[in-house]
């Protein structure tokens, strides 16, 4: 599975949208880009994943670059229960073998009134 | 549904001693995983299920076991508890299903964790 390179840490005001980036130079072309997060001391909670196209849903957008190298996170209107640590995990959707999630050292999301 | 389950919250062993760790599922997944997560650090899968009755090593399986009778159920067992098996425990779970070119596994849940200090 390729390796994603995250920031450590991003700010952001509460009510406006937090863009988290995450590169994957490495991808291949059946990997998926996976976003979980994580609260303080509870289990990650899956977000949002794509292949090429961009994708959303009730809780962000996920805008892939057209060359797959990178993408962003959106979070559209943060709020204080989004303060988190953001994982950007690339994986194949194979069976066989186990199904390995790489958790990195992920984004550190403060979002501030 | 209740997602995925995990009991105890807390506990604290002494060196030696052994416990099962609980889990359970009741969105009838058939993959189910075990994950620890020491301070500061990612998560790092110990055994991960298939399906009923098939089990195999994860990156840090040594000085735990696990079972899988049946499709909601995914206990992990401590023999012999170490100081270095002090950390945090998360089960999680996902469906496989067959699309387009086979079988995919889909995104994971996981449950609230279990805090283990072995003293």
């Known amino acids: 599975d390729a390796k994603t390179t995250q920031p450590t840490s991003m700010d952001c005001a509460e009510g406006r949208a937090a863009n988290l980036p995450c590169n994957h130079s490495?991808?291949?072309?059946?990997?998926?880009v996976y976003w979980y997060r994580q609260i303080h001391s509870q289990g990650p909670q899956y977000i949002i994943h794509?292949?090429?196209n961009n994708e959303t849903n009730e809780m962000a957008s996920l805008i892939i670059t057209e060359d797959r190298k990178s993408s962003t996170l959106i979070l559209p209107h943060a709020t204080l229960r989004d303060t988190a640590v953001y994982y950007c995990?690339?994986?194949?959707?194979?069976?066989?073998?186990?199904?390995?999630?790489?958790f990195g050292a992920g984004t550190r999301l403060a979002v501030h009134p | 549904n209740a997602g995925v389950t995990q009991t105890p919250k807390f506990r604290i062993l002494k060196i030696g001693q052994s416990m099962t760790l609980q889990c359970t599922q009741d969105?009838?997944?058939?993959?189910m995983y075990w994950y620890r997560q020491d301070p500061g650090m990612g998560l790092k899968l110990i055994y991960y299920?298939?399906?009923?009755?098939?089990?195999d090593k994860g990156e840090v399986p040594n000085g735990y076991n696990v079972s899988r009778s049946t499709t909601e159920d995914f206990p992990l067992r401590l023999e012999l508890a170490a100081p270095s098996q002090t950390s945090v425990y998360f089960c999680?779970?996902?469906?496989?299903?067959?699309?387009?070119?086979?079988?995919?596994?889909?995104?994971?849940?996981f449950g609230p964790g279990t805090r283990l200090t072995v003293t």
């Open positions: 999680a779970s996902s469906y496989s299903g067959g699309q387009g070119r086979g079988l995919e596994v889909y995104e994971q849940y």
């Open positions: 490495t991808i291949s072309g059946n990997e998926y």
């Open positions: 794509g292949l090429k």
């Open positions: 995990i690339v994986r194949v959707r194979r069976s066989g073998g186990y199904n390995k999630l790489i």
């Open positions: 969105m009838n997944h058939n993959y």
């Open positions: 299920s298939v399906g009923a009755g098939i089990t």
